[in-house]
């Protein structure tokens, strides 16, 4: 007997982890499936909703399998947000997701800025109008496809896609719903008012529950899909930004987590929801109850060293195909014998427009000052210093903000390397704490899991005993003072490049 445990099942845009932890926050067991993105034109990102439940059953009969469904007190559920599976009277699905990474709706996001108005939009729901979100894939649906918009009965998001499967019950928690721009964000219901102007139903959006609350309990049929138990329970749970937040233990105001990956999110709680007024970053509801964040975007911050692997760094794959490592590894030991400033070279991670701190999608991929004497070495930790400053700018935003940040934690694959999380203390002046799970957003959703089995009593106290912080890792002074100088010559030669941005 292993005693109870909780899994979180992580339905990502790539594929879906699921993970069965203990009540100490340990992962015991876990399960990987990879689902295709689907790209039927150009500018088009969708996703079967049936990959994920196929992906979701698989993983969750690996764990059970592994632990014993009589272990598993309860499931919770994180996935990507925005996305939704339009479902016809009947339970029937009709049509695939349209994916955050889809672009085909810039003609109905342009209708919403000039029927509804940006300001508007942001006051009530949070957010910027963009087509990344539901209601303007809706409205795609609407205009482009009536004779499937006609018929959707209820959309449900991609982690409660999956929770319909386990239960046969349909909701989404307040975390997923402030991502459609359709949820006000004080009030915490559907906007009327919104739903009304944009002319969808709001009929066809899902009840609305925390992300702590049982939804239901595993069907019979689900449990022979599955391997769980019947009648396990299953909880909301919540998007994977703020279940990553949860995972890393911030709860509060001031504890922000940096989530890393082929980008970077920062998620900074707050204690009462206050859009930026220049509409630059997301305000969206936390899966902590009576709380909210402040979400920012850099771009390309893992995906530029990956780019450089697969482009420019054949000999450290080589190298570390021979050596039995990781070719990271190889790449940032090579970066480590570089001085700080990379004797001049500069690279700013563009590689899909540039988020914050400095929003300008017309922003390129750049390096800045190589000279016959650079060496590849250089070019990677101009890479690690290119991205720990727009790092050092997010903190800068959220001071702007009125967000004073007394913990900073780092979750994901860039957390794993010493070389650069010593490189991102010194830039950012402060401390970072990694905690011992890095795949924060599946122990958020198990987390969660433990409060719906009432394993514990509330959010807090069961993300205060699940989660570990293993090392933190302090600002080296030498380094940080030569930073400070260099940060602020960065931003300048940023601001140089912003004038060939516009010729390119």
């Not at 931003?491 to 390119?504: P, S, T």
Request: charged share 25%.
């Amino acid at each position: 007997m292993r005693g109870p445990l909780v899994v979180g099942v992580d339905v990502g845009t790539g594929g879906c982890k699921t993970v069965a932890y203990d009540l100490d926050g340990n992962p015991v067991a876990s399960a990987y499936r990879e689902y295709q993105v689907l790209h039927p034109r150009i500018g088009w990102a969708e996703q079967n909703p049936e990959d994920w439940w196929r992906a979701a059953a698989e993983t969750l009969r690996e764990v059970a399998s592994k632990v014993g469904p009589e272990n598993i007190e309860a499931v919770g559920l994180t996935s990507q947000r925005e996305a939704f599976a339009p479902l016809s009277r009947e339970g029937e699905l009709l049509a695939n997701a349209i994916i955050w990474l889809d672009s085909r709706a810039g003609k109905q996001e342009a209708w919403v800025r000039e029927r509804v108005g940006a300001a508007r939009v942001l006051e009530v729901t949070g957010l910027p109008v963009d087509q990344m979100f539901s209601a303007v894939k809706l409205l795609w649906f609407k205009e482009e496809v009536p004779s499937i918009f006609e018929r959707i009965n209820k959309i449900l998001f991609a982690k409660d896609y999956v929770s319909y499967k386990l239960t046969g019950a349909i909701f989404t928690d307040y975390s997923m719903a402030s991502r459609t721009m359709l949820l006000d964000v004080r009030k915490l219901e559907w906007s009327q008012e919104l739903c009304e102007e944009l002319g969808i139903p709001l009929d066809i959006l899902p009840p609305l529950k925390g992300s702590w609350e049982v939804v239901g309990e595993v069907t019979g049929e689900a449990s022979s899909v599955t391997g769980l138990k019947k009648g396990t329970v299953v909880v909301a749970g919540g998007g994977d930004r703020p279940c990553e937040a949860l995972g890393a233990l911030a709860l509060d105001e001031g504890e922000v987590n940096a989530g890393t990956g082929t980008g970077t999110c920062f998620e900074a709680p707050l204690s009462q929801p206050r859009p930026d007024p220049k509409g630059r970053v997301d305000t969206c509801v936390h899966v902590v109850p009576g709380k909210w964040e402040y979400e920012i975007v850099v771009n390309a911050t893992g995906e530029s060293l990956r780019w450089f692997r697969d482009n420019l760094g054949h000999w450290e794959v080589e190298t570390a195909r021979k050596s039995g490592v990781s070719p990271y590894d190889v790449l940032i030991e090579e970066a480590s014998e570089i001085p700080p400033g990379s004797e001049g070279v500069m690279y700013f991670p563009y590689l899909w427009g540039a988020k914050a701190p400095f929003f300008n999608p017309r922003a390129k991929g750049a390096f800045v000052g190589i000279t016959h004497a650079h060496t590849r070495a250089h070019l990677i930790r101009a890479i690690l210093e290119g991205v720990a400053f727009h790092y050092r700018g997010v903190l800068g935003l959220l001071a702007e903000l009125g967000v004073a940040v007394k913990r900073l934690s780092l979750t994901g694959g860039e957390a794993r390397s010493e070389v650069w999380n010593k490189i991102k203390a010194s830039v950012a002046g402060m401390p970072l704490h990694v905690p011992k799970v890095l795949d924060a957003a599946s122990l958020g959703a198990a987390i969660l899991a433990a409060v719906g089995a009432k394993q514990y009593g509330d959010v807090r106290t069961a993300a205060e005993n699940m989660v570990r912080f293993e090392r933190v890792i302090d600002p080296d002074p030498r380094l940080a003072e030569a930073y400070e100088k260099l940060y602020e010559k960065y931003c300048a030669v940023y601001r140089r490049l912003e004038g060939a941005f516009e010729l390119m």
